[in-house]
């Protein structure tokens, strides 16, 4: 099975199993987004549960 293109540059896998992500929303319209949630946005994130499965498999990891 191949691995998706798009979810290879998208998504990391973590020492721990984990998949890492990046948050939406800072790519463009800044001005009236608060410095706090413009810097929380910066930070990376881990995939929910329940999307584990989907991703996973964009992934060929299952």
């Known amino acids: 099975m ?3 293109s798009g979810a290879k540059k998208r998504f990391t896998l973590t020492g ?3 998949i890492k992500r990046k948050h939406a ?4 319209i800044l001005t ?3 410095k706090k949630r ?3 946005l910066t930070q ?3 995939v929910h549960k329940s999307d584990l499965k ?4 964009l992934l060929a990891l299952k």
């Open 2 to 4: 191949k691995t998706n």
């Open 16 to 18: 721990t199993g984990k």
């Open 25 to 28: 929303y800072k790519s463009h």
């Open 32 to 34: 009236k987004k608060s």
């Open 38 to 40: 413009k810097r929380n």
């Open 44 to 46: 990376t994130g881990l």
């Open 54 to 57: 989907n991703i996973k498999m």
